[in-house]
T-cell receptor
């Protein structure tokens, strides 16, 4: 069964550094999402992306965040200048057109020191 | 704004017992999801409930949906230790492509 993959599985970075989290979606899935989960807390929506543009973003998704599909395949989340409070698990999710079930990747654990 | 409330947030129970997790949501929604999460892992989809009165069962877990009451339940029958995990309910906005809004999760600890 096709799976969403994410790299890296764990990223440690210093405050103020830029990070790029990568997601390889399931083929033919057209809707893409990023969620984050601070340790021990609920999963929070960050952004949705369709047809090469942002569909919706949450208040968490400020100017420090950006998303793109640089090669039409990978889906990336960039944080320009990381803060301590960005430490969390980041999940990518995909949705097939005409479907309703989002498939989640295994996540990237981001630790900002 | 769509809000999802789960209770209890933490549940410790003995093997063999039955219990129910409740999920309330604030506005009309088309779909309700239940996910399981093991520590440090991703979200595993358990059930997708699409209509009023929907009931789905998988092993010792059964989920139901009452859209009029805006309530879903996840019932655990004769719990076993392997079911220890955090269970999230989630709801999406009308449209099917929208974000999913999660509850805070219920951390289930089943004692052998």
């Amino acid at each position: 069964e096709p799976e969403v993959t994410q790299t890296p599985s764990h990223q440690v970075t210093q405050m103020g550094q830029e990070v790029i989290l990568r997601c390889v979606p399931i083929s033919n899935h057209l809707y893409f999402y990023w969620y984050r989960q601070i340790l021990g807390q609920k999963v929070e929506f960050l952004v949705s992306f369709y047809n090469n543009e942002i569909s919706e973003k949450s208040e968490i998704f400020d100017d420090q965040f950006s998303v793109e599909r640089p090669d039409g395949s990978n889906f990336t989340l960039k944080i320009r200048s990381t803060k301590l409070e960005d430490s969390a698990m980041y999940f990518c999710a995909n949705l097939l057109a005409g479907s309703y079930e989002q498939y989640f990747g295994p996540g990237t654990r981001l630790t900002v020191t | 704004e769509l809000k999802v409330e789960q209770n209890p947030l933490f549940l410790s129970m003995q093997e063999g017992k039955n219990y129910t997790i409740y999920c309330n949501y604030s506005t009309t929604s088309d779909r309700l999801y239940w996910y399981r999460q093991d520590p440090g892992k991703s979200l595993e989809s358990l059930f997708v409930l699409l209509s009023n009165g929907a009931v789905k069962q998988e092993g010792r877990l059964m989920a139901s949906l009452d859209t009029k009451a805006r309530l879903s339940t996840l019932h655990i029958t004769a719990a076993v230790h392997d079911l220890s995990a955090t269970y999230f309910c989630a709801v999406d906005n009308y449209g099917g492509r929208d974000k999913i809004i999660f509850g805070k999760g219920t951390r289930l600890h089943i004692l052998p």
